[in-house]
């Protein structure tokens, strides 16, 4: 059988893709069968010319009056986005947010079961959280070629995100999920997401600045001031 060659397909969209997936599983599970790109526009929070935009990077571009076929469309997206078998995943750090990330069970019902934790904590090691027992960060490159795991989750202290992103590289890992606070570098061969907590609630805090400002006019008490950090 002749392989499919990879699409090129703009960074944009492909991040717009899960929000246009997890909205077309909200229909599906309506039973609905087709969908305009007007509707799936209103449900993703974008306007309906990026919609088909997007769509026609997967060659689907609907029919006229009519709209797409849901459960095609899904098909389509889930292939593009890797989702048409599991992606085992190794989370790094059992502190709180590792466990709250072990205990999740969206991972594996999205496609990305937790395959393995790892610690460098002796008194963690050996330990099970959600079901799963805590090995030794040592273990690592055994671990990733026993379960063939190619994504690594960073959930340590910032002080040691570095080093540990280092150790799964080397591991053999080639996509890294990194939710330590910190900022870190993997070769250009690696695929590095990060995701800041903090950050989001700085973003969401000038948005809420902003209605408190355009609110001030209307007699609204203001926001209690504090001093500027870094």
Do not use: C
């Amino acid at each position: 059988m002749v392989e499919r060659p990879p699409r090129r397909i703009p960074e944009a969209t492909v991040a717009r893709l899960p929000v246009y997936r997890r909205s077309l599983l909200e229909v599906a599970e309506e039973e609905t069968s087709t969908i305009s790109s007007e509707r799936l526009a209103e449900m993703a929070g974008v306007n309906a010319a990026k919609v088909r935009k997007d769509l026609s990077y997967l060659g689907s571009y609907g029919t006229r009056g009519v709209g797409y076929d849901v459960k095609y469309l899904l098909f389509q997206m889930s292939r593009e986005l890797g989702l048409t078998h599991d992606w085992p995943v190794v989370i790094v750090g059992l502190g709180n947010l590792g466990h709250a990330l072990a205990n999740y069970g969206g991972f594996g019902e999205r496609g990305f079961p937790v395959a393995a934790l790892v610690d460098a904590d002796p008194a963690k090691v050996g330990t099970r959280v959600g079901g799963t027992e805590v090995r030794h960060v040592d273990e690592l490159p055994e671990i990733v070629a026993e379960r063939r795991i190619l994504i690594g989750i960073i959930a340590t202290p910032a002080a040691v995100a570095q080093e540990v992103a280092d150790r799964l590289v080397a591991a053999g890992i080639t996509s890294v999920l990194n939710f330590a606070p910190a900022v870190i570098t993997v070769p250009d061969a690696i695929s590095l997401r990060k995701v800041d907590l903090a950050v989001e609630l700085q973003i969401l805090s000038f948005y809420q600045q902003q209605r408190q400002l355009g609110s001030a006019g209307d007699g609204e008490p203001s926001l209690p001031t504090r001093s500027v950090r870094d």
